[in-house]
């Protein structure tokens, strides 16, 4: 699917495997209550209220503008809605979970074009890159903040850093903006996301990606401020594209950079990971809010990150049920399974890694 400018490393095969293991018990939990593991009703019935809302609140925002202080606080619903969108509909569907049927994926994944992003270029990222080399400097992107921020112990530290637990904040508003209007742009012409080259693209997605780019600009740009002046576009897209962008940011980060997730570094010269791969995504990764129904309803399950990552085409509507398998599993093959019991202790964890990350006696450059 891909062709590499480095060597990316490897995972050592187990006779003993943990993620054969894993496979066995969650499916065998699955056919004994007769589950299909992609979505259900519970699934599409959210997709259609998620995507009915966010039409029905485009078009009053742009359409029949309210006054000033309602504009502001549907704005911020809106940015909710792109947010949700993303975490809800988008990620099942780029990952073939949202339904058995194909078509019905590529529906679902390709939601992320109506918020202006490259299906093409979320899925080398994401679903490819990310998804296989979770958390190792120098491959998973995820990770990659450029100059402003260091988000892992082997990356370079700049005296800035030092700071970058008191404006990481406001960094992480600005993610939603700079991934339609720039990064999707970099990975396009310069055809590598980090340092992997992408597939070539057929013709067929070079044709989607600028209709989206020319769409998003022509909905959320051009036709806003013909209908609402400059000044008044100005504030209401910049509210809720900051707004979705913390809480896209905020998310992702709560799953791989907090206290107790690993950056392990493949043992040279073999470019071996010291783990299997099912081991290196529970190491990598942490789980938070599990307990609470509607931060599960919010963010697509992505509370639930460990069984994303062990189990990406399984829905997330399943992963309450399969962490209980996991978990046992975890008992069984010693190994830490990170949790946090809420959302702020998942932020503070976040909080205090990114301040750890900001010391300079740690840099290890």
């Known amino acids: 699917m891909q062709t590499q400018t480095v060597a990316t490393p490897k995972f ?15 499916k065998e939990y699955l056919d004994q209550h ?3 593991s992609t979505g259900n009703y519970k699934l599409f019935s959210k997709a259609i209220l998620l995507m009915s809302l966010f039409v029905i609140c485009y078009v009053h925002l742009v359409f029949f503008t ?27 569907g780029s990952h073939g979970s949202f339904s058995k049927y194909a078509w019905l994926n590529k529906l679902a994944s390709s939601s992320i074009s109506v918020l202006g992003a490259s ?30 921020m260091r988000m892992a112990p082997t990356q370079k530290y700049l005296g800035m850093h ?3 637990h008191i404006y990481f904040w406001f960094l992480y508003m600005l993610l939603y ?10 990975k396009y012409f310069s055809k590598k996301i980090g340092s992997i080259t992408l597939s070539d693209m057929t013709l067929g997605e070079h044709i989607e990606f600028w209709a989206v780019k020319i769409y998003h600009v022509a909905a959320f740009v051009i036709i806003p401020i013909y209908m609402v002046g400059w000044l008044s576009w100005l504030v209401g897209f910049l509210v809720s594209t900051l707004f979705a962008g913390f809480i896209l940011s905020i998310v992702f980060q709560l799953a791989h950079t907090v206290e107790d997730t690993s950056f392990p570094l493949a043992i040279q010269p073999e470019n071996k990971m010291p783990d299997e791969f099912a081991a290196h995504q529970i190491l990598t990764t942490a789980n938070f809010a599990t307990k609470s129904k509607l931060v ?4 697509g399950g992505l509370n639930f990150q460990i069984e994303h990552h062990l189990f990406p085409k399984v829905s997330h509507v399943h992963y309450p049920a399969i962490s209980k398998i996991v978990k046992e599993a975890c008992a069984d093959f010693k190994l830490k399974y990170i949790e946090y019991p809420t959302v702020l202790s998942a932020i503070k964890a976040h909080f205090n890694y990114v301040k750890l990350m900001s010391k300079p006696s740690l840099a290890l450059n």
Not at 125 to 144: A, C
Not at 177 to 186: C, G
Request: glycine share 6%.
């Open 12 to 26: 050592p095969i187990k006779t003993n495997s943990l993620h054969a293991e894993l496979k066995k018990r969650v």
């Open 34 to 36: 007769d589950i299909t």
């Open 66 to 92: 309210p006054p000033i202080i309602w504009a502001v606080l549907e704005s911020l619903f809106f940015g909710g809605l792109i947010a949700a969108i993303g975490f809800n509909v988008m990620h099942d």
């Open 119 to 148: 299906r093409f270029m979320w899925g080398m990222k994401h679903v490819t890159i990310h998804h296989t080399y979770t958390n190792i400097d120098g491959v998973d992107d995820d990770i990659e903040v450029g100059v402003f």
């Open 162 to 164: 030092r700071f970058q």
């Open 177 to 186: 903006i700079f991934w339609i209007f720039f990064a999707d742009y970099k």
């Open 296 to 299: 599960s309803w919010l963010v």
